[in-house]
Structures are given as structure tokens and as C-alpha cells.
């Protein structure tokens, strides 16, 4: 008998996100695994504790109140996020060593030790908002169609009324 993990690795949280999706734990195994035995390992993560806090996790971000980011979430991060935190790694004030569990460093892509201090490397802001305009180019797309769908179906009301 396998021994239940304290943690999920990348292929079991798929597992996860499709059981929450479906409800169907057979199938979504059969999603994540092609072999049987291992099928029957992800059944065995329904009694996981690992599993059903990040269950948890998964239907309160469904819900619209979870802390999992969305990927528009995270690009409006980068676009629009502070880096005074990473500021503050670079030059910290003298005798003070800074609190790296309390920084922010979402928008630090790299650090790296150059002669003489830090170097911090930062990602694309403006790429970040290109990533959030396609974003939202795609989600207007369908709302467009329908606006022009209802349009044409009132039309059509309006000439039959008349």
C-alpha cells in the first residue's frame, strides 16, 4: 500500500482541477494517467488531506473568492505592481537587514549577485500589457457577436411588427 503524500505535485493539482471541474474522479484520472495502476494512485488521493485542501482552494477560486490567481490577475500584477520592495532589497538602509518573507517580489523576474550589490531583473511591464489587451480582445470577441446577434434579432422583431 502507497503511503498518502502531504503534498501534490504538478500532475496530481491537474488531477485535482479536473475532478473539480467534472466530479468524476475515474475520469479525471484517466485525464492525468494513461496506466491503470497509476489511475488507481490518484483514487487514493480522494482520502489525501493535500488533496481536499487544494480541492478547497480550487472551488473558492471557482467561486470568485479564492487567493489563486487568474492569468489576468497575475498580467495586471506585473503591469500595474509595485517593485518598491525590490527597491528596498537592492539598497537597504545601513545595519538593517531586509525581511524577505514580507517583500513583494512578484515583478522580479531574476536576482543575481553583480560586483558591488544586486542585480534584479524585472519583467516586461509593457509585455504584460500586451498579454492583458489580447486578453481581453478575445473575451470581448464573443460579447461583440452576441451584442450584433441581439441587434439583428431585434431588428427582425421590428420589421415583423411592422
Known sequence: M???????????????????????APGAAARCWAAPEKQEEA?????SPAFHRY?????????????????????????FGPVTD????MFPAEGESPQLEEMDLYNVAKISQAKGGLEVT????????????????ETAAPKDAFGFLEAVAAGAAAEEDA
Do not use: S
Not at 483514487?43 to 482520502?47: F, I, K, T, Y
Not at 490567481?69 to 506585473?78: D, M, P, Q, S, W
Not at 525590490?86 to 532589497?89: D, G, I, P, S
Not at 511591464?125 to 489580447?134: M, N
Open 2 to 24: 502507497q503511503q498518502i503524500p502531504n503534498y501534490l505535485n504538478a500532475r496530481q493539482k491537474v488531477f485535482c482541477h479536473w475532478f473539480a471541474l467534472t466530479g468524476d
Open 43 to 47: 483514487l487514493q488521493l480522494l482520502e
Open 55 to 79: 480541492l478547497a482552494l480550487i472551488r473558492e477560486a471557482m467561486e470568485g473568492k479564492g487567493k489563486l490567481f487568474t492569468a489576468e490577475e497575475g498580467y495586471r500584477k506585473l503591469a
Open 86 to 89: 525590490a527597491v528596498r532589497l
Open 122 to 137: 524585472f519583467f516586461d511591464r509593457l509585455e504584460a500589457l500586451d498579454r492583458l489587451a489580447a486578453q481581453q480582445k
